[in-house]
């Protein structure tokens, strides 16, 4: 890091901290952040911010170090209580230093540090390491919508204007560096960001207004997220600049798509926000039409990361890491700039009886849909479990399959697809389908909203579809063997759908399909 931010000399603080002695003869390990210093020993982690005074971050006194050490408590506990143990004070004996407990009376001290568990892996270690699954985003879309939901509403006057703010800022940020930006994806992306918040700044001070801007996490990527006791846990949280988590609930959310498309994780950041958006229909708490302002929203998250690369490059300690870091703050220019480019939302509609393959094809097909990060996946199985106040592998009874539930849950489908599409977002709706006026009304969606309309109707007999039902584990789906044996009898009516074989390898009916859309 460069040293013109340092403004106090912390070098007999870190010589405590990295004294094995300190530690009861365990040999810290030493993690570097721009903000603070962090010390790894046996079965405690240390971290003490740094004495730095950046524009955005004011550490320069020990009172304020606290202040913040008090606060990265507080905003942290809300989600990794468990992590967070407490604040250790470090004190001056007549020259000697001492490390004291978590929560020890002293009289003075002359630095603080936060006390924490040790972790496991991030999901950037495990992203690195080609681990990240699907069942680790899934639990980490669950748990950032739960918190969400929790998270204290906020409202700041002018939220549009803030988001203006932040978007001049770092248009400027990236003029700085005219000599690592290409000056004229500068242009394009201050344009296309300007028409963009044009266009959005109603919808922004309505959610503000509805309560949708919250007391957030504020740098939610996949380095920020940990796996503790088996669970992923979001940590990290800001806490130095309070306006930087105070923020849209989607905002917050697409730091972690963004990073996730960055990694070339485009499925998974699909799935991320599928996961999230169904847990908020379970928690009648909606978000279909915030869709809308999903792009801005990834491509300031992308321009951020673009122009905080630019600004590290020529501080790098070595040639090839500026040449990296360089390329880096390219890389995130065009990412930002492909969330701005116009996208014509549509959908598509996967019909077919149970075990047919529809869920397998959807979850597939959605991410290649744009706009990025792929199609909301819309699945008559988990809106159905959602009105019932159920998670989505709970199982209903039987009798719950009546036809006013069966037509409430159709109903609220195309509800949620016509709000994700009048956001301008593409929706893929998974259903049976199997009455004719239940096909006839996904198409109507399509043309009152004036957007392109594909119907697929899958394929398989009896034995295929009912030995996919009887496979299945933790699914959303009810159905097994008998109910797919049952369909069989169903009056389908004429299926005027593009029909696909789905009775061989998911990867052909993927083809076919793409080739539809």
Partial sequence: MSEEFVVQDQSAIVSLLADPATHGGVEPKRIDTHGAMVFIAGDRVYKVKRAVLFPFM????PEKRHEALIEELRVNRRTAPSLYLGIAAITDDAGSLRLGEIGEEVAQAVEYALVMRPFGATLDDRA??????????????????????????????????????????????????????????????EAAMQNRHAAASGTIRNRARLGLERHCHGDLHLRNICVLDGEPTLFDAIEFNPDFARIDVLYDLAFLLMDLEARGEGGLANLTLNTY?????????????????????????????????????????SAAASERMQAEAAKRLDQALGYLAPAQPRLIAIGGLSGSGKSTLAGTLAPHIAPAPGARWLRSDVMRKALAGLEPS?????????????????????????????AGHSVVLDAVFAKPNERTAAQAIAAQLGVPFTGIWLDAPVPTRAERVGSRRNDASDAGPAVAAAQAEYDLGPIAWHRIDA????????????RLC
Avoid: C
């Fill in 277 to 317: 958006l169904d847990r908020r229909i379970a928690a009648d708490w909606p978000d279909e039409a915030g869709l809308r302002l999903l792009p801005l929203f990834l491509a300031l998250r992308a321009g951020i990361r673009a122009e905080v690369s630019a600004h590290m490059a020529p501080v790098q300690s």
């Fill in 394 to 422: 709970q199982r209903l009874p039987s009798d719950a399959y009546t036809p006013e539930t069966s037509a409430q849950t159709y109903s609220s489908l195309l509800a949620s697809a016509a709000a994700a599409l009048a």
């Fill in 58 to 61: 004011d550490f320069s006194t």
């Fill in 503 to 514: 009775s061989g390898g998911k990867t052909a009916v993927l083809e076919q399909a793409r």
């Fill in 128 to 189: 690195e390491a080609g681990e990240l699954s699907a069942a680790d985003i899934a639990a980490v879309a669950e748990k950032i919508a739960a918190f969400h939901l929790e998270a204290e509403p906020v409202y700041r006057v002018d939220p549009a204007g803030r988001v203006a703010d932040a978007i001049a800022g770092v248009i400027g940020e990236m003029r700085l560096n005219a000599d690592l930006l290409d000056a004229d994806k500068v242009d394009a992306f």
